[in-house]
């Protein structure tokens, strides 16, 4: 089993960066495929990035060249880095450990909140 907690969420102007970290427990978190999902108010969970355990990495087309995935297997941690963010980013993020494709394993954090105001 894995547990994840993240942090870094929080209010930004649109344009400007924020870096969200997921810290996991357990010494197996090297063998999971990790990604990020995002909720918007009224809106379903969606997929955001996915990085496997050997670091190749995959974007949701509304992300891509903005957001970057990243994993430090020493750490236990897993990363987002979000570039020139934008309103339609306002979401609560989650990390979630298992993912295959684009479908989400079965371990997830509590969320942390992200704001992009215009």
Known sequence: QVQLVESGGGLVQAGGSLRLSCAASGRTFSSYAMGWFRQAPGKEREFVAAISWSGASTYANSVKGRFTISRDNAKNTLYLQM??????DTAVYYCNAGIRGVVAGGYWGQGTQVTVSS
């Open 83 to 88: 570039n020139s963010l934008k309103p339609e």
